[in-house]
Protein backbone atom coordinates (compact mmCIF):
# COMPACT_ATOMS: atom_id res chain seq x y z
CA UNK A 1 0.00 0.00 0.00
CA UNK A 2 3.11 2.04 1.21
CA UNK A 3 4.84 1.84 -2.38
CA UNK A 4 1.27 2.20 -3.99
CA UNK A 5 1.11 5.89 -2.82
CA UNK A 6 4.50 6.52 -3.29
CA UNK A 7 4.54 5.36 -6.97
CA UNK A 8 1.08 7.75 -7.43
CA UNK A 9 3.38 10.44 -5.94
CA UNK A 10 6.11 10.47 -8.34
CA UNK A 11 3.88 10.18 -11.16
CA UNK A 12 1.77 13.41 -9.86
CA UNK A 13 5.46 14.72 -9.38
CA UNK A 14 6.26 14.08 -12.73
CA UNK A 15 2.99 15.23 -14.48
CA UNK A 16 3.67 18.41 -12.56
CA UNK A 17 7.06 19.07 -13.89
CA UNK A 18 5.74 18.81 -17.43
CA UNK A 19 2.84 20.88 -16.98
CA UNK A 20 5.72 23.30 -15.20
CA UNK A 21 8.10 22.82 -17.91
CA UNK A 22 5.59 23.45 -20.80
CA UNK A 23 3.95 26.16 -19.62
CA UNK A 24 7.57 27.64 -19.30
CA UNK A 25 8.92 26.95 -22.49
CA UNK A 26 4.99 28.45 -24.18
CA UNK A 27 5.78 31.62 -22.14
CA UNK A 28 9.13 32.24 -22.67
CA UNK A 29 8.08 32.00 -26.70
CA UNK A 30 5.78 34.18 -25.93
CA UNK A 31 7.93 36.67 -24.24
CA UNK A 32 10.10 36.40 -26.99
CA UNK A 33 7.96 37.26 -30.03
CA UNK A 34 6.58 40.10 -27.76
CA UNK A 35 10.44 41.60 -27.57
CA UNK A 36 10.24 41.22 -31.46
CA UNK A 37 10.47 44.55 -33.05
CA UNK A 38 7.38 45.74 -35.13
CA UNK A 39 8.28 48.19 -37.98
CA UNK A 40 5.15 49.87 -39.90
CA UNK A 41 5.34 48.98 -43.65
CA UNK A 42 3.85 52.06 -46.04
CA UNK A 43 3.75 52.50 -49.38
CA UNK A 44 4.18 55.40 -51.47
CA UNK A 45 3.02 54.32 -54.50
CA UNK A 46 1.70 56.71 -57.47
CA UNK A 47 1.42 60.64 -57.57
CA UNK A 48 1.86 62.39 -54.45
CA UNK A 49 -1.71 63.73 -53.68
CA UNK A 50 -3.40 64.50 -50.30
CA UNK A 51 -5.08 61.42 -50.11
CA UNK A 52 -2.00 59.60 -49.78
CA UNK A 53 -0.31 62.51 -47.87
CA UNK A 54 -2.92 61.67 -45.36
CA UNK A 55 -2.52 57.88 -45.30
CA UNK A 56 1.28 58.80 -44.49
CA UNK A 57 0.46 60.59 -41.86
CA UNK A 58 -1.75 58.20 -40.69
CA UNK A 59 0.76 56.21 -40.83
CA UNK A 60 3.69 57.35 -38.83
CA UNK A 61 0.38 58.26 -36.24
CA UNK A 62 0.21 54.95 -35.73
CA UNK A 63 3.34 54.02 -35.55
CA UNK A 64 4.17 56.58 -32.67
CA UNK A 65 0.99 55.20 -30.60
CA UNK A 66 1.72 51.70 -31.34
CA UNK A 67 5.33 51.92 -29.58
CA UNK A 68 6.52 50.54 -33.47
CA UNK A 69 10.71 50.70 -33.57
CA UNK A 70 10.50 52.56 -37.52
CA UNK A 71 8.51 53.35 -40.17
CA UNK A 72 9.75 51.98 -43.61
CA UNK A 73 7.89 53.90 -46.42
CA UNK A 74 8.63 52.35 -49.69
CA UNK A 75 8.10 54.77 -52.26
CA UNK A 76 7.44 54.63 -56.17
CA UNK A 77 5.90 57.95 -57.20
CA UNK A 78 6.22 60.40 -60.80
CA UNK A 79 5.84 63.23 -58.28
CA UNK A 80 2.81 65.36 -57.40
CA UNK A 81 1.55 67.78 -55.39
CA UNK A 82 4.06 70.28 -53.96
CA UNK A 83 1.34 70.82 -50.65
CA UNK A 84 1.08 66.93 -50.37
CA UNK A 85 4.48 66.78 -50.39
CA UNK A 86 5.14 69.06 -47.87
CA UNK A 87 2.96 67.42 -45.89
CA UNK A 88 4.68 64.31 -45.39
CA UNK A 89 8.16 66.21 -45.43
CA UNK A 90 6.92 68.03 -41.88
CA UNK A 91 5.13 64.71 -40.82
CA UNK A 92 8.68 62.79 -41.45
CA UNK A 93 10.69 65.22 -39.50
CA UNK A 94 8.39 65.68 -37.02
CA UNK A 95 8.36 61.98 -36.19
CA UNK A 96 9.03 60.39 -32.93
CA UNK A 97 9.87 57.41 -34.79
CA UNK A 98 12.35 56.68 -36.77
CA UNK A 99 11.77 56.95 -40.65
CA UNK A 100 13.42 54.95 -43.44
CA UNK A 101 12.47 55.58 -46.67
CA UNK A 102 13.69 53.05 -49.73
CA UNK A 103 12.62 53.61 -53.41
CA UNK A 104 11.46 50.46 -54.39
CA UNK A 105 10.90 47.53 -55.73
CA UNK A 106 13.24 47.48 -58.75
CA UNK A 107 12.27 49.60 -61.87
CA UNK A 108 10.44 52.56 -58.75
CA UNK A 109 11.92 56.00 -58.96
CA UNK A 110 11.19 59.22 -56.41
CA UNK A 111 10.60 62.00 -58.88
CA UNK A 112 10.27 65.12 -58.28
CA UNK A 113 8.48 65.39 -54.88
CA UNK A 114 9.46 61.82 -54.29
CA UNK A 115 13.24 62.99 -54.30
CA UNK A 116 12.00 66.18 -51.79
CA UNK A 117 10.18 63.15 -49.19
CA UNK A 118 14.03 60.71 -49.75
CA UNK A 119 15.93 63.39 -48.47
CA UNK A 120 13.53 64.31 -45.32
CA UNK A 121 14.07 61.14 -44.32
CA UNK A 122 16.94 60.27 -41.30
CA UNK A 123 17.85 56.67 -43.42
CA UNK A 124 17.15 56.60 -47.13
CA UNK A 125 17.90 53.82 -49.40
CA UNK A 126 17.28 52.54 -52.85
CA UNK A 127 17.00 49.10 -55.00
CA UNK A 128 19.19 48.45 -57.56
CA UNK A 129 17.53 49.50 -60.66
CA UNK A 130 15.89 52.46 -59.25
CA UNK A 131 16.70 55.84 -59.53
CA UNK A 132 15.65 59.63 -58.07
CA UNK A 133 15.48 63.20 -58.82
CA UNK A 134 14.23 65.55 -61.67
CA UNK A 135 12.37 67.52 -59.25
CA UNK A 136 12.13 70.75 -61.65
CA UNK A 137 8.34 72.20 -60.51
CA UNK A 138 5.93 70.85 -62.68
CA UNK A 139 1.97 70.35 -63.16
CA UNK A 140 -0.16 73.24 -65.31
CA UNK A 141 1.00 75.79 -63.04
CA UNK A 142 4.40 75.03 -62.89
CA UNK A 143 4.57 74.52 -66.79
CA UNK A 144 5.11 78.39 -67.57
CA UNK A 145 8.14 78.92 -65.20
CA UNK A 146 8.18 81.05 -62.36
CA UNK A 147 11.55 81.96 -60.78
CA UNK A 148 10.37 82.45 -57.71
CA UNK A 149 8.92 78.90 -57.44
CA UNK A 150 11.85 77.27 -58.96
CA UNK A 151 13.95 79.21 -55.78
CA UNK A 152 11.40 78.53 -52.91
CA UNK A 153 11.70 74.72 -54.36
CA UNK A 154 16.07 74.70 -54.13
CA UNK A 155 15.66 76.70 -50.89
CA UNK A 156 13.74 73.97 -49.74
CA UNK A 157 15.81 70.85 -50.84
CA UNK A 158 18.91 72.66 -49.78
CA UNK A 159 17.63 72.55 -46.51
CA UNK A 160 16.32 68.46 -46.25
CA UNK A 161 20.19 67.76 -47.57
CA UNK A 162 21.89 69.85 -45.12
CA UNK A 163 19.77 68.76 -42.44
CA UNK A 164 21.01 65.15 -42.52
CA UNK A 165 24.41 66.84 -44.10
CA UNK A 166 23.77 65.22 -47.79
CA UNK A 167 24.74 66.68 -50.90
CA UNK A 168 22.88 69.68 -50.87
CA UNK A 169 24.33 71.16 -54.35
CA UNK A 170 22.93 67.70 -56.64
CA UNK A 171 19.82 68.02 -54.72
CA UNK A 172 19.89 71.95 -55.85
CA UNK A 173 20.43 70.88 -59.49
CA UNK A 174 17.55 68.21 -59.12
CA UNK A 175 15.64 71.15 -58.77
CA UNK A 176 16.71 73.74 -61.35
CA UNK A 177 18.08 71.57 -64.04
CA UNK A 178 15.82 68.44 -63.51
CA UNK A 179 19.05 65.78 -63.42
CA UNK A 180 18.18 62.50 -62.53
CA UNK A 181 20.89 59.74 -60.82
CA UNK A 182 20.62 55.89 -60.98
CA UNK A 183 20.59 54.38 -56.92
CA UNK A 184 24.41 53.55 -57.74
CA UNK A 185 24.99 57.10 -58.34
CA UNK A 186 23.35 58.81 -55.83
CA UNK A 187 24.82 56.62 -52.94
CA UNK A 188 28.23 57.67 -54.59
CA UNK A 189 27.13 60.97 -54.30
CA UNK A 190 26.16 61.13 -50.70
CA UNK A 191 22.30 61.58 -51.51
CA UNK A 192 21.15 58.02 -49.95
CA UNK A 193 22.50 55.32 -47.20
CA UNK A 194 21.88 52.16 -48.57
CA UNK A 195 21.86 50.47 -51.11
CA UNK A 196 19.30 47.24 -50.45
CA UNK A 197 17.62 44.60 -52.56
CA UNK A 198 14.78 43.98 -50.52
CA UNK A 199 13.52 45.21 -47.22
CA UNK A 200 14.90 42.48 -45.41
CA UNK A 201 18.51 43.34 -46.55
CA UNK A 202 17.71 47.28 -45.56
CA UNK A 203 16.34 46.58 -42.36
CA UNK A 204 19.83 44.76 -41.36
CA UNK A 205 22.00 47.17 -42.83
CA UNK A 206 20.09 50.50 -41.00
CA UNK A 207 21.77 49.20 -37.54
CA UNK A 208 25.22 49.26 -39.06
CA UNK A 209 27.71 51.79 -38.07
CA UNK A 210 29.01 52.24 -41.79
CA UNK A 211 25.53 54.36 -41.70
CA UNK A 212 25.24 57.80 -40.61
CA UNK A 213 22.27 57.52 -38.69
CA UNK A 214 21.76 53.82 -37.87
CA UNK A 215 18.97 52.29 -36.69
CA UNK A 216 19.78 49.19 -34.26
CA UNK A 217 17.91 46.01 -33.32
CA UNK A 218 15.81 45.81 -37.06
CA UNK A 219 17.46 42.63 -38.54
CA UNK A 220 14.72 40.42 -37.62
CA UNK A 221 11.85 43.03 -36.92
CA UNK A 222 8.08 42.02 -38.03
CA UNK A 223 7.23 43.89 -40.44
CA UNK A 224 3.31 45.12 -40.23
CA UNK A 225 1.05 46.58 -43.25
CA UNK A 226 -0.44 49.47 -42.87
CA UNK A 227 -3.42 49.80 -45.38
CA UNK A 228 -5.05 52.95 -46.65
CA UNK A 229 -8.84 53.36 -45.89
CA UNK A 230 -11.22 52.91 -48.93
CA UNK A 231 -11.42 56.32 -49.49
CA UNK A 232 -8.16 56.83 -49.65
CA UNK A 233 -8.04 54.43 -51.82
CA UNK A 234 -10.85 55.20 -54.42
CA UNK A 235 -9.70 59.07 -54.50
CA UNK A 236 -6.08 58.31 -54.94
CA UNK A 237 -6.53 55.55 -58.09
CA UNK A 238 -8.21 58.56 -59.80
CA UNK A 239 -4.60 60.64 -59.58
CA UNK A 240 -3.83 58.75 -62.93
CA UNK A 241 -2.39 59.97 -66.09
CA UNK A 242 -4.65 57.71 -68.06
CA UNK A 243 -7.60 58.60 -65.93
CA UNK A 244 -6.94 62.48 -65.88
CA UNK A 245 -6.84 62.29 -70.06
CA UNK A 246 -10.03 60.22 -70.20
CA UNK A 247 -12.16 62.59 -67.98
CA UNK A 248 -10.62 65.62 -69.79
CA UNK A 249 -11.81 64.12 -73.04
CA UNK A 250 -14.75 63.15 -71.79
CA UNK A 251 -15.73 66.41 -70.54
CA UNK A 252 -14.47 68.46 -73.61
CA UNK A 253 -16.63 65.80 -75.78
CA UNK A 254 -19.72 66.38 -73.56
CA UNK A 255 -19.25 70.39 -73.75
CA UNK A 256 -19.73 69.80 -77.56
CA UNK A 257 -22.73 67.95 -77.78
CA UNK A 258 -24.33 70.85 -75.34
CA UNK A 259 -22.54 73.43 -77.94
CA UNK A 260 -24.07 71.64 -80.72
CA UNK A 261 -27.66 71.03 -78.50
CA UNK A 262 -28.19 73.38 -76.13
CA UNK A 263 -31.11 72.21 -74.56
CA UNK A 264 -29.14 69.29 -72.83
CA UNK A 265 -28.12 70.56 -70.09
CA UNK A 266 -27.28 66.76 -68.58
CA UNK A 267 -24.26 66.89 -71.37
CA UNK A 268 -23.30 70.36 -70.07
CA UNK A 269 -23.29 69.47 -66.45
CA UNK A 270 -21.43 66.26 -67.24
CA UNK A 271 -18.92 68.27 -69.19
CA UNK A 272 -18.52 70.98 -66.80
CA UNK A 273 -17.73 68.00 -63.59
CA UNK A 274 -15.29 65.65 -65.66
CA UNK A 275 -12.91 68.42 -66.96
CA UNK A 276 -12.97 70.28 -63.63
CA UNK A 277 -12.37 66.87 -62.12
CA UNK A 278 -9.73 66.18 -65.09
CA UNK A 279 -7.88 69.38 -64.56
CA UNK A 280 -7.27 69.02 -60.69
CA UNK A 281 -5.27 65.74 -61.71
CA UNK A 282 -3.62 67.02 -64.56
CA UNK A 283 -2.07 69.52 -61.67
CA UNK A 284 -0.49 66.63 -59.51
CA UNK A 285 1.00 65.60 -63.22
CA UNK A 286 3.97 66.75 -65.17
CA UNK A 287 1.74 68.28 -67.57
CA UNK A 288 2.81 70.38 -71.24
CA UNK A 289 0.83 72.98 -71.51
CA UNK A 290 1.38 72.49 -74.95
CA UNK A 291 -0.35 69.32 -75.42
CA UNK A 292 -3.90 70.28 -73.33
CA UNK A 293 -4.28 73.11 -75.81
CA UNK A 294 -3.80 70.59 -78.71
CA UNK A 295 -6.45 69.22 -77.15
CA UNK A 296 -8.83 72.39 -76.58
CA UNK A 297 -8.31 72.68 -80.39
CA UNK A 298 -9.09 69.58 -81.24
CA UNK A 299 -12.84 69.70 -78.78
CA UNK A 300 -13.28 73.37 -81.04
CA UNK A 301 -12.77 71.97 -84.15
CA UNK A 302 -15.35 69.15 -83.10
CA UNK A 303 -17.75 71.82 -82.48
CA UNK A 304 -17.37 74.11 -85.33
CA UNK A 305 -17.14 71.15 -88.22
CA UNK A 306 -20.92 70.23 -87.17
CA UNK A 307 -21.96 73.80 -87.09
CA UNK A 308 -20.48 75.12 -90.12
CA UNK A 309 -21.33 71.72 -91.89
CA UNK A 310 -17.97 71.04 -92.85
CA UNK A 311 -18.92 67.48 -93.49
CA UNK A 312 -15.99 66.36 -91.76
CA UNK A 313 -12.54 67.96 -92.38
CA UNK A 314 -12.46 69.90 -89.72
CA UNK A 315 -13.22 66.67 -87.50
CA UNK A 316 -10.13 64.69 -89.50
CA UNK A 317 -7.99 67.99 -88.51
CA UNK A 318 -9.45 67.76 -84.52
CA UNK A 319 -8.35 63.68 -84.34
CA UNK A 320 -4.85 64.77 -85.81
CA UNK A 321 -4.69 67.53 -82.72
CA UNK A 322 -6.32 65.00 -80.14
CA UNK A 323 -3.81 62.02 -80.92
CA UNK A 324 -1.18 65.29 -80.84
CA UNK A 325 -2.16 66.36 -77.83
CA UNK A 326 -2.16 62.71 -76.11
CA UNK A 327 1.36 62.68 -76.76
CA UNK A 328 2.79 65.71 -75.71
CA UNK A 329 0.51 66.09 -72.85
CA UNK A 330 3.12 64.90 -70.46
CA UNK A 331 6.78 65.48 -69.66
CA UNK A 332 8.72 62.70 -71.93
CA UNK A 333 11.39 63.05 -69.59
CA UNK A 334 9.29 61.58 -66.94
CA UNK A 335 8.33 57.94 -68.90
CA UNK A 336 6.06 57.06 -66.47
CA UNK A 337 3.98 59.70 -66.35
CA UNK A 338 2.51 59.55 -70.27
CA UNK A 339 -0.93 58.41 -72.21
CA UNK A 340 -1.24 54.69 -72.81
CA UNK A 341 -0.97 54.41 -76.57
CA UNK A 342 -3.83 51.76 -76.95
CA UNK A 343 -6.18 54.32 -74.45
CA UNK A 344 -5.44 56.68 -76.97
CA UNK A 345 -5.63 55.02 -80.53
CA UNK A 346 -8.86 53.37 -78.96
CA UNK A 347 -10.19 56.72 -77.89
CA UNK A 348 -9.15 58.45 -81.06
CA UNK A 349 -11.42 55.84 -82.77
CA UNK A 350 -14.04 56.14 -80.81
CA UNK A 351 -14.21 59.87 -80.71
CA UNK A 352 -14.05 60.03 -84.91
CA UNK A 353 -16.83 57.08 -84.53
CA UNK A 354 -18.88 59.35 -82.60
CA UNK A 355 -18.37 62.64 -84.63
CA UNK A 356 -18.92 60.73 -87.69
CA UNK A 357 -21.74 58.86 -86.43
CA UNK A 358 -23.58 60.09 -83.42
CA UNK A 359 -23.48 63.47 -83.67
CA UNK A 360 -24.41 64.22 -87.06
CA UNK A 361 -27.31 61.86 -86.20
CA UNK A 362 -28.13 64.10 -83.28
CA UNK A 363 -27.46 67.19 -85.79
CA UNK A 364 -30.22 65.82 -87.87
CA UNK A 365 -32.63 65.38 -85.43
CA UNK A 366 -32.11 68.51 -84.14
CA UNK A 367 -32.36 70.35 -87.29
CA UNK A 368 -35.87 68.27 -87.33
CA UNK A 369 -36.92 70.50 -84.88
CA UNK A 370 -35.24 73.87 -85.49
CA UNK A 371 -36.78 76.89 -86.98
CA UNK A 372 -36.90 76.75 -90.31
CA UNK A 373 -36.51 80.22 -93.03
CA UNK A 374 -39.32 82.44 -92.94
CA UNK A 375 -39.39 82.65 -96.75
CA UNK A 376 -41.01 78.86 -96.87
CA UNK A 377 -43.46 79.80 -95.02
CA UNK A 378 -45.53 81.79 -97.84
CA UNK A 379 -48.25 79.51 -98.79
CA UNK A 380 -48.42 77.24 -95.67
CA UNK A 381 -51.42 75.81 -93.83
CA UNK A 382 -51.01 76.49 -90.03
CA UNK A 383 -53.96 75.92 -87.55
CA UNK A 384 -55.08 79.16 -85.28
CA UNK A 385 -53.31 78.42 -81.53
CA UNK A 386 -55.42 81.26 -79.81
CA UNK A 387 -58.61 83.13 -81.44
CA UNK A 388 -57.11 86.11 -84.47
CA UNK A 389 -58.73 89.32 -83.93
CA UNK A 390 -56.96 90.33 -85.78
CA UNK A 391 -53.85 89.14 -84.38
CA UNK A 392 -53.12 86.46 -82.37
CA UNK A 393 -50.72 82.91 -82.41
CA UNK A 394 -50.41 79.57 -84.82
CA UNK A 395 -49.07 76.98 -85.28
CA UNK A 396 -47.16 76.45 -88.70
CA UNK A 397 -45.00 73.60 -89.17
CA UNK A 398 -44.68 72.46 -85.46
CA UNK A 399 -43.67 76.24 -84.36
CA UNK A 400 -45.58 78.55 -83.05
CA UNK A 401 -45.83 81.96 -84.77
CA UNK A 402 -47.40 85.70 -84.76
CA UNK A 403 -50.03 85.97 -87.09
CA UNK A 404 -52.76 88.76 -87.78
CA UNK A 405 -55.95 87.64 -89.97
CA UNK A 406 -56.34 89.85 -93.23
CA UNK A 407 -59.95 89.43 -92.97
CA UNK A 408 -62.22 89.46 -89.72
CA UNK A 409 -62.35 87.74 -87.18
CA UNK A 410 -60.94 84.20 -86.87
CA UNK A 411 -61.72 81.58 -83.91
CA UNK A 412 -59.01 79.61 -81.76
CA UNK A 413 -58.89 75.96 -83.98
CA UNK A 414 -59.55 77.01 -87.65
CA UNK A 415 -57.05 76.41 -90.45
CA UNK A 416 -55.16 79.24 -92.08
CA UNK A 417 -52.80 79.47 -95.08
CA UNK A 418 -50.21 81.86 -94.53
CA UNK A 419 -50.62 84.46 -97.48
CA UNK A 420 -47.68 87.11 -96.71
CA UNK A 421 -44.54 87.31 -94.54
CA UNK A 422 -44.15 90.52 -92.53
CA UNK A 423 -41.09 90.51 -90.22
CA UNK A 424 -41.84 87.96 -87.63
CA UNK A 425 -45.39 88.37 -88.18
CA UNK A 426 -47.54 86.07 -90.93
CA UNK A 427 -50.35 87.69 -92.43
CA UNK A 428 -53.02 84.68 -92.69
CA UNK A 429 -56.50 83.68 -93.96
CA UNK A 430 -58.80 81.01 -93.79
CA UNK A 431 -57.76 78.10 -95.58
CA UNK A 432 -61.15 77.77 -97.73
CA UNK A 433 -60.90 81.84 -98.42
CA UNK A 434 -57.55 81.21 -100.20
CA UNK A 435 -57.73 80.14 -103.96
CA UNK A 436 -54.19 80.81 -104.81
CA UNK A 437 -50.84 81.99 -103.21
CA UNK A 438 -49.46 85.03 -104.12
CA UNK A 439 -45.83 85.66 -105.04
CA UNK A 440 -43.27 86.57 -102.76
CA UNK A 441 -40.52 88.62 -103.79
CA UNK A 442 -36.41 87.72 -101.40
CA UNK A 443 -37.49 89.92 -98.77
CA UNK A 444 -41.23 87.62 -97.91
CA UNK A 445 -43.55 90.90 -99.97
CA UNK A 446 -46.09 90.48 -102.40
Same mark, same amino acid.
Given at each position: ? !????????????? +??? @????????????????? +????????? =???????????? /??????????????? #????????????????? &? #?????????????????????? *?????? @?????????? *??? $???? *??? %????????????? $?????????????????????????????????????????? @?????????? =??????????????????????? %?????????????????? !? *????????????? &??????? =????????????????? &? =?????????????????????????????????? +??????? #???????????????????????????????????? #?????????????????????? !???? $??????????? !??????? +????????????? /?????????????? %?????????????????
Amino acid at each position: M !VRCSQRVGRGVGG +ALL @IVLATGWAVGARADAGA +ARPHVLSLE =LTGVVDPFMASY /VERGIRHARDNDDQA #VLLSIDTPGGLDSSMRR &I #VRAILASQVPVICYTAPQGARA *ASAGTF @IMLACPLNAM *APG $TNIG *AAH %PVGVSGVIEQKKV $TNDAAAFIRSLAERWHRNAGWAEQAVRSAVSASALEAHRLGE @IDVIAASPRV =LLCAAGRSTVARPVPGLCNAALV %PFHRTLAEGIFHAFADPN !V *AFLFVNLGFLALV &IWVIHPG =LHVSLLAGVVLTVIGLL &I =LDTLPVQLGGLVLLATAAVLFAVDVKAKAHGFLT +AGGLVFF #VLGGLLLFDPDIPSARVSRPLLVGLAIAVGIFMFVL #VRALLSTRVTVAPVGTQGLAGA !VATT $TTPLDPTGNIR !VRGQWWS +AESTGGPIPSGTR /VRVVRVDGLTLEVE %PQDEAATVPEVNEKGAP
